[in-house]
């Protein structure tokens, strides 16, 4: 069976092909499907934006399609920056600038914990959908640390580790991670759904 990923990031391409290709399934990219589309984020959860690109990039190329949407929720802040986590701050900033940001907008807050949020979704032509999520939960350092990882990884720290996202390797960050964890559960509704 063939998925097209609903992503124009050929990071999380190679990383659902290591695991999903154990079950026989080829993971193809939207330019590989001869897909060109924008699809704007426009939902207020999670599973909504995962949901609204797989199903976009499913009818438009005719094959089943996985599409992936993450964030950070921090307590204090009432679960922001959540799905905005990609722009909080807006469009513009680094991502050093964004996690400053959350940084200052928790000043003085002595409460700090947050949790990193993935939820997959996988629309099929025949209308069945599969969803999966994965959480990890954390607490924001006062202070960046680590050079390693994207996003908000320097100030997420896992307490169990003693350390940030940024200063595990990428196999450390994997197996703890939302997105792995995510993955993972999601393989498993995979299999279910194929040997249907
Ligand atoms: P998405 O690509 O629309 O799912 O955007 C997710 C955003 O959430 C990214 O741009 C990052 O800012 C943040 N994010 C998601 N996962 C991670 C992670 O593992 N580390 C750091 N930041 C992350």
Same mark, same amino acid.
């Given at each position: 069976?063939?998925?097209?990923?609903?992503?124009?990031?050929?990071?999380?391409?190679? *990383?659902?092909?290591?695991? /999903?290709? =154990?079950?026989? $399934?080829?993971?193809? &990219?939207?330019?590989? #499907?001869?897909? @060109?589309?924008?699809?704007?984020?426009?939902?207020?959860?999670? *599973?909504?934006?995962?949901? /609204?690109? =797989?199903?976009? $990039?499913?009818?438009? &190329?005719?094959?089943? #399609?996985?599409? @992936?949407?993450?964030?950070?929720?921090?307590?204090?802040?009432?679960?922001?920056?959540?799905?905005?986590? =990609?722009?909080?701050?807006?469009?513009?900033?680094?991502?050093?600038?964004?996690?400053?940001?959350?940084?200052?907008?928790?000043?003085?807050?002595?409460?700090?914990?947050?949790?990193?949020?993935?939820?997959?979704?996988?629309?099929?032509?025949?209308?069945?959908?599969?969803?999966?999520?994965?959480?990890?939960?954390?607490?924001?350092?006062?202070?960046?640390?680590?050079?390693?990882?994207?996003?908000?990884?320097?100030?997420?720290?896992?307490?169990?580790?003693?350390?940030?996202?940024?200063?595990?390797?990428?196999?450390?960050?994997?197996?703890?991670?939302?997105?792995?964890?995510?993955?993972?559960?999601?393989?498993?509704?995979?299999?279910?759904?194929?040997?249907?």
């Amino acid at each position: 069976m063939k998925l097209v990923l609903a992503s124009k990031n050929p990071k999380k391409l190679r *990383e659902m092909q290591e695991i /999903l290709t =154990a079950l026989g $399934v080829e993971i193809c &990219s939207e330019a590989d #499907a001869g897909v @060109d589309i924008e699809v704007e984020e426009t939902g207020a959860t999670f *599973e909504e934006n995962s949901l /609204l690109k =797989a199903k976009a $990039v499913m009818e438009a &190329s005719g094959l089943p #399609a996985i599409a @992936d949407d993450s964030g950070l929720c921090v307590d204090c802040l009432e679960g922001a920056p959540g799905v905005y986590s =990609a722009r909080y701050g807006g469009e513009e900033l680094t991502d050093e600038q964004r996690y400053r940001l959350l940084l200052e907008n928790m000043r003085g807050q002595l409460t700090r914990t947050a949790k990193f949020v993935s939820v997959i979704t996988c629309c099929f032509p025949d209308g069945s959908v599969l969803t999966a999520r994965g959480e990890c939960p954390g607490t924001i350092a006062y202070v960046p640390m680590g050079e390693g990882g994207f996003g908000y990884d320097p100030v997420f720290f896992v307490p169990e580790r003693k350390k940030t996202f940024a200063q595990l390797t990428a196999e450390e960050k994997n197996a703890i991670s939302h997105r792995g964890k995510a993955i993972q559960a999601f393989r498993e509704k995979l299999e279910e759904h194929l040997r249907k």
